[in-house]
């Protein structure tokens, strides 16, 4: 796995599936403030008891769905 992610968990509702939100800090480009850029990806749960707003570290693996492509690898505490 190359690309490993942290994240809050956001949803739970889909078999096998967590939806896990991505928060990172980018400057703006004229003012140079740092905002704040969310994006969400659903990732493989893998029989792990997990609860919504846990935080969590993903993985990239091979493409299981039409766009889930993301493992729990962990749960960070």
Do not use: C, W
């Amino acid at each position: 796995m190359q690309k490993k992610l942290e994240g809050n968990i956001v949803s739970l509702k889909m078999a096998n599936t967590a939806v896990v939100e991505i928060t990172r800090k980018v400057a703006h480009p004229l003012y140079k403030k740092l905002m704040k850029r969310s994006k969400k990806f659903k990732a493989d749960t893998a029989g792990l008891n997990l609860e919504v707003g846990q935080k969590v570290k993903i993985g990239a693996i091979k493409k299981m769905s039409k766009d889930k492509y993301f493992k729990v690898l962990e749960v960070i505490k």
